[in-house]
């Protein structure tokens, strides 16, 4: 495997952002000047000095207050219980996150994001102690977001060093898939949706088609992130492992990629480059179907679930400023 | 099948996709020897055109089985229940040198599934030559791949025409499609096509088609092969693994009638945890089956075609 292709996808992304700011730059926009190096923050370092990250977020959540939560999203954190079979720290960092979760209200905002939604039902997302990093949404119940996942996010993007931005693009992009994953998994079931493929894939194409309906920071951080957790995490497959409901991370990996090139193939291009005598991150044999997939999940929303969206509503999410400038890297 | 069949078979898709494939015209379609294929009566297959394209050398043999199977013509009569907006041309033809691949494809450009005389040949080479330890037959495997396969692009197909929402993978929906048809029928049916065409994965992934877990220390050339010897790159693929089609493909068959394959679990085959979730796939499945594709379905012929005998007991053996 070429050295590039080892390891952090930092490197990548800074080659898809030289090739996207070149073109930005042409166009005289040169949006990725962002990507410069932010000062050193941790993850851990992120829930501790929750109460800095609000204060950095408020200008930025003041212009969604015209969105009004809906009332059909249910939203809970509920205190971590300790696992007497887990690691005794692994407990104190789900408090750490619950005291996180408590100051950021992260499902407040997910109630907000989701106003546009007509829902016949309820759903309720909570973030709990699973004992495991998904329990799975079974339909009519609730949606749950594991501390042991968000644990894993912390302790995977924490392995990302050299690159503060990248860690938390990490954090805050799977984060957010995540949650929209999980939340995928009740919208199909609250407004029988037919899924063809399996519904795991099906929830990940959603939220990577969601997320790239909205501004470059949030697609790039959702993407990105997720795509490089799905990288750093992966494991190595073999036989009965396939069996699982799942994905490889590695297969989700490429998912991702896709979706965020067939949707949008300048921001994302990069992938699709490499330097001479070298593969790129995206192959092309792939990389050719990707506006098809994209354009499949896209027709698919648009049949079976936007009619199921105020449009007005819609545009008022959109335009919204779902990320502190601290989440993003900035 | 290995590993550069299945690369090849990548860029065939491409291939097709972006090169607009000529219908195929009755000029060179071979007529029918004879004896002549009679019709299934009251089932009109005229949706369905059909043609077998001259073979080359090699797979005279193939077109000789085939044909005489009048398998185009069986399976036009098939779909009939199936109204689609537009035609969907059955060919065989040769699918090598021009399209660098053994395996069947749906092509949109020409609204056509192309049989390919090759593949007829590895799935003889595919089949075991005595029953298998899960009592899979040489007969379970040479029809079931071919039913499975002759489904799963329809599955393409259908999406294509129909406009079908697939928020899931295309090719595991695709597989989908195989499996739940072949489970509509009776249970010889069923467990021939979902037995055959799920051992043919269970032998792939012996073959070495599942993604490597380790790099290669001497990576190809050729930049898909490179791509498929490499244990990240190899799952950038449209479709599963091959060991995720053998278990999905299980799956199904045990979510869909329990009874029936319940010795895939008790002899280990599909294990115990995704045993647990069958019902619900299955379900999930026949859901989406019923919303996006049953309105297209004519129920009076799809009774006809539940009832009518479309395999030779010696294909079920």
């Not at chain 1, 989700?252 to 090139?261: E, K, P, Q, S, V």
């Not at chain 2, 490597?212 to 498929?228: A, G, K, L, M, S």
Request: glycine share 6%; aromatic share 10%; hydrophobic share 40%.
């Amino acid at each position: 495997m070429p050295s590039w292709l080892i390891g952090s996808m930092g490197e990548r992304v800074c080659h898809s952002i030289e090739i996207a700011d070149r073109a930005h730059r042409l166009a005289g926009i040169g949006r990725f000047s962002r990507r410069a190096n932010t000062p050193g923050r941790l993850w851990r370092n992120i829930f501790a000095a929750a109460a800095i990250v609000v204060s950095l977020a408020a200008p930025a959540l003041a212009q969604t207050p015209a969105l009004q939560p809906n009332p059909q999203i249910q939203v809970d954190y509920i205190q971590p219980k300790p696992n007497p079979a887990a690691d005794p720290n692994q407990f104190t960092d789900f408090t750490t996150i619950y005291a996180w979760l408590q100051v950021r209200q992260p499902l407040g905002e997910v109630q907000k994001f989701l106003a546009p939604l007509r829902l016949s039902r309820p759903i309720k997302i909570q973030v709990d102690t699973c004992g495991a990093e998904r329990r799975p949404y079974v339909s009519g119940g609730l949606v749950t977001i594991c501390y042991e996942l968000i644990d894993k996010i912390e302790k995977i993007a924490g392995t990302i060093t050299n690159n503060d931005s990248l860690k938390q693009t990490v954090i805050v992009g799977t984060f957010t898939e995540t949650v929209l994953h999980e939340l995928a998994y009740a919208v199909f079931d609250v407004l029988q949706v037919p899924v063809w493929g399996r519904i795991d894939d099906a929830a990940d194409r959603l939220a990577a088609f969601v997320l790239m309906q909205f501004s470059e920071d949030i697609s790039h951080t959702a993407m990105v992130g997720s795509a490089e957790f799905f990288l750093l995490s992966r494991k190595t497959w073999t036989g009965s492992a396939f069996a699982n409901t799942r994905s490889p991370d590695a297969q989700r990996f490429y998912n991702y990629l896709c979706i965020a090139y067939g949707g949008d193939s300048l921001d994302f291009g990069g992938w699709t480059q490499a330097p001479k005598g070298q593969d790129p991150l995206l192959p092309a044999f792939r990389a050719q179907q990707c506006a098809h997939e994209y354009d499949q999940v896209r027709d698919a929303f648009n049949l079976r679930i936007m009619p199921f969206v105020d449009p007005d509503l819609l545009l008022q999410v959109k335009a919204a400023q779902w990320f502190v400038p601290a989440e993003l890297g900035k | 099948m290995n590993v550069l069949k299945l690369a090849a078979a990548l860029t065939i898709l491409l291939a097709v996709q972006a090169v607009s494939l000529a219908p195929a015209r009755a000029d060179d379609c071979l007529p029918d020897p004879g004896p002549k294929y009679q019709p299934i009566q009251g089932l009109d297959g005229s949706g369905y055109p059909i043609c077998y394209f001259q073979p080359n050398d090699t797979n005279k043999s193939a077109y000789t089985a085939l044909q005489s199977r009048h398998i185009l013509e069986v399976y036009a009569q098939f779909l009939s229940p199936l109204r689609l907006p537009h035609p969907l041309t059955l060919v065989a033809l040769n699918c090598q040198p021009d399209f660098h691949s053994d395996s069947p494809f749906y092509s949109s450009a020409d609204r056509a599934l192309h049989f390919c005389y090759e593949w007829y040949n590895d799935v003889l080479q595919a089949a075991p030559t005595a029953t298998t330890t899960q009592g899979v037959t040489r007969a379970n495997v040479i029809t079931g791949m071919w039913a499975g396969t002759l489904l799963h692009e329809t599955g393409h197909a259908m999406f294509d025409m129909l406009d079908v929402p697939v928020f899931g993978r295309e090719e595991d929906a695709a597989d989908e499609v195989a499996a739940f048809i072949a489970l509509q029928f009776n249970k010889d049916v069923q467990r021939t096509i979902i037995k055959g065409f799920a051992y043919f994965w269970q032998m792939a992934a012996q073959n070495g088609e599942d993604p490597p877990t380790v790099d290669d220390p001497n990576p190809p050339q050729d930049v898909i092969q490179r791509c498929f010897s490499d244990p990240l790159c190899a799952y950038s693929d449209v479709h599963g693994t091959a060991s995720q089609r053998l278990y999905n493909t299980l799956c199904l068959g045990y979510g869909g009638d329990p009874d029936t394959f319940k010795d895939f679990v008790q002899m280990g085959w599909l294990p115990q945890t995704r045993a647990a979730d069958c019902d619900r796939e299955y379900h999930q499945l026949e859901f989406a089956f019923a919303k996006t594709i049953l309105p297209f379905i004519d129920p009076q012929m799809r009774a006809k075609v539940q009832s009518t005998p479309w395999l030779l007991p010696t294909e079920m053996q």
